[in-house]
C-alpha cells in the first residue's frame, strides 16, 4: 500500500518569498513517480512538477522545484517567488509499479497555501 | 487541444436517486480514472477504465459504477446516493493503459454533487 502524508493544513507566505510544501511518502513499489498538483478554488487538479524516484536530479519547473530525498521518503515542493495567483491548496501524490502493473494515484490531504500581498 | 471535460459542473440530488456524471478525456489519451474529494481531504481512486472494461478500482461500494464507451469518453454512475457519497467527482485521464508510473493523470474540472 502506498501513503502519503501532508503535514501542514496551511501555510502563509510573503508576496515574492519562498516556500516550502512538506510531503512525506511511503511505498513498497521498486519503483514510483511523485507528483504535485494545485487546486484553485475552481477545483481543477493542475499538474505542477513530477519526480521519478530514480532519477538523479531534483525535478524543476520554472518557480516550482522538488528537493527529493530519497532514502528520508520526502518529496517537498519549493515555490520561489511566490505570487497573489500561488493561493491554492498543494496535493502530494505518487504512483507506483507494482508486479501486477501500475497503481493508482495516491494523493495526500493537502496544505492550503495563502500568499499575502 | 481541448483537455479534459466534465459534465455537469454541479449536481444536486436527493437521497435514494441515482446520478450519471460524464467525462471526456484529453485529446489523445484512452484511459479514463474517477475520483472522489470530499470536503477538505485529497482525492480518493474509485476506478480506472481501458478498452472499455473496468481495469482497477479503489475501495468503494458497488453502487458506484461506471462505463466507457468507443470513443474513449466515460461515465460513473452513483446508485440509491447517500449523503456522504456529495463531493467533488473528478475525472483523470491518460495515454495507455495507466501508461507509466511517471506518467502525470491530466484532470478535468469536475462535477460537485450535492445530495440533500
Known amino acids: 500500500a502506498q501513503k502519503i502524508t501532508q503535514t501542514q493544513p496551511g501555510m502563509f507566505v510573503q508576496e515574492k518569498e519562498a516556500v516550502t510544501l512538506d510531503c512525506t511518502y511511503d511505498?513498497?513499489?521498486?519503483?514510483?513517480?511523485l507528483f504535485w498538483y494545485k487546486q484553485p478554488s475552481s477545483g481543477e487538479m493542475i499538474f505542477l512538477i513530477y519526480?521519478?524516484?530514480?532519477?538523479?536530479q531534483n525535478a524543476t519547473e520554472g518557480r516550482y522545484s522538488l528537493n527529493f530525498q530519497k532514502a528520508r521518503k520526502s518529496a517537498n515542493l519549493v515555490i520561489s517567488a511566490s505570487q497573489l495567483g500561488d493561493s491554492a491548496m498543494y496535493f502530494c501524490?505518487?504512483?507506483?509499479?507494482?508486479?501486477?502493473?501500475?497503481?493508482?494515484?495516491?494523493f495526500g490531504k493537502g496544505t492550503r497555501l495563502s500568499v499575502i500581498a | 487541444d481541448a483537455g479534459v471535460t466534465q459534465s455537469p459542473t454541479h449536481l444536486i440530488k436527493t437521497r435514494g436517486q441515482q446520478v450519471t456524471l460524464r467525462c471526456s478525456p484529453k485529446?489523445?489519451?484512452?484511459?479514463v480514472s474517477w475520483y472522489q474529494q470530499a470536503l477538505g481531504q485529497g482525492p480518493q481512486f474509485i476506478f480506472q477504465?481501458?478498452?472499455?472494461?473496468?481495469?482497477q478500482r479503489g475501495n468503494f461500494p458497488d453502487r458506484f459504477s461506471g462505463h466507457q464507451f468507443p470513443n474513449y469518453s466515460s461515465e460513473l454512475n452513483v446508485n440509491a446516493l447517500l449523503l456522504g457519497d456529495s463531493a467533488l467527482y473528478l475525472c483523470?485521464?491518460?495515454?495507455?493503459?495507466?501508461?507509466?508510473?511517471?506518467?502525470?493523470?491530466?484532470f478535468g474540472n469536475g462535477t460537485r454533487l450535492t445530495v440533500t
Open positions: 477504465y481501458y478498452e472499455e472494461e473496468e481495469r
Open positions: 519526480q521519478g524516484s530514480y532519477d538523479q
Open positions: 501524490a505518487m504512483r507506483g509499479e507494482s508486479g501486477s502493473g501500475n497503481t493508482p494515484l495516491v
Open positions: 485529446s489523445g489519451h484512452d484511459t
Open positions: 511505498t513498497s513499489d521498486p519503483s514510483y513517480g
Open positions: 483523470a485521464s491518460s495515454p495507455g493503459p495507466a501508461s507509466s508510473y511517471n506518467s502525470p493523470l491530466h
